[in-house]
Every structure is written in structure tokens, then in C-alpha cells.
């Protein structure tokens, strides 16, 4: 085998060895992670600066995201901006910020886009952040919020809590 033979030969073993590694460091991200640092296509606030909050009520549940600093004044007019404007999203049945962020398969979504016009959804600015009420009387409904908000729990990890 020639030189050039044996130079191509070993950054054909190069690349094939990086790319190995890199495909398994894309594979051992969890969900977690990967939510984490894609939040910022979805959301301009800094998700390691918040908490979101799903807490499930009798009549549906709160999504509250707040800052952890409260000093961080930048990151709560970025809250409040975006959950406002979700809110008027999800008025609409429109429920494709979270479906970019957490896949259009997640629980309860498809429930909650066809039956939006049976779900009272209020938008509350808080000093901390912004928070969005989901109420509804039907049952199923409830049913779809209480599996929305478990699966974006998990999904957000660190960076969500329960109340």
C-alpha cells in the first residue's frame, strides 16, 4: 500500500471513529437534555433561569413559569410575552409551540387540539413570571390536561416541578 493509500486509509478510520462517537453521544442524551437545550427554539426565556410548574386541579391545571431570580427582570417580561401568547394559541386549538418542542405524540395533545372550544384557558401575569389556567367540565378533557401536563413534567425534568 502506497502513502497516500495508507493516509486515506487512516482518515477514513478517523471519520468513521468520530462519527461513532458523536452518534452515540446524540443517543445517550435524554429526553431531558435534549428538551433542556432545545427550549430556546421554542421559548426566549432561559430555561435553566425558570421552573416551570404543572400543578393538576379538579377543573383542569396551572402551567406557571417563574424565574428563579427574582431579579431577573429580562427573562420575566420574556415569560409573560410568551405564555401570553400561548394562551391565545391554545384559545385557538393551536397547540404546535409544545408539539415542535415535545412531539405532536405526546399525551392528551391530539384531546386538547379537538376539543379546545371546551376548555377555558386565562392567561395571569404573575411578579415572577406568567402563569395559563386550563378549566373544562368535561371530563375526557380533563382527562387530556392531567396526561399533557405529566408528560411535559417529565419531559422538562430538572426544569419543572409540581405545587
Known amino acids: 500500500m502506497n502513502n497516500h493509500s495508507q493516509q486515506i486509509k487512516s482518515l477514513m478510520c478517523s471519520v468513521i471513529f468520530f462519527l461513532a462517537c458523536g452518534c452515540s453521544v446524540v443517543l445517550a442524551q435524554t429526553t431531558q437534555e435534549r428538551i433542556h437545550h432545545m427550549g430556546h427554539s421554542v421559548m426566549p426565556f432561559d430555561l435553566a433561569k425558570t421552573t416551570h410548574i404543572f400543578h393538576m386541579t379538579d377543573s383542569g391545571g396551572v402551567l406557571r413559569v417563574i424565574v428563579k431570580d427574582a431579579s431577573a427582570k429580562d427573562q420575566v417580561a420574556m415569560i409573560q410575552r410568551h405564555l401570553e401568547l400561548e ?34 384557558v386565562v392567561y395571569s401575569a404573575l411578579p415572577n413570571g406568567a402563569e395559563i389556567n386550563f378549566i373544562t367540565t368535561n371530563l375526557h378533557l380533563l382527562t387530556a390536561v392531567h396526561r399533557w401536563f405529566g408528560a411535559q413534567l417529565s419531559e422538562h425534568g430538572a426544569d419543572a416541578t409540581t405545587e
Open 87 to 120: 394562551t391565545e394559541a391554545f384559545r385557538r386549538g393551536d397547540y404546535t409551540g409544545p408539539a415542535s418542542l415535545h412531539g405532536k405524540d405526546m399525551p392528551g395533545l391530539k384531546e386538547l387540539q379537538t376539543g379546545y372550544k371546551q376548555i377555558i
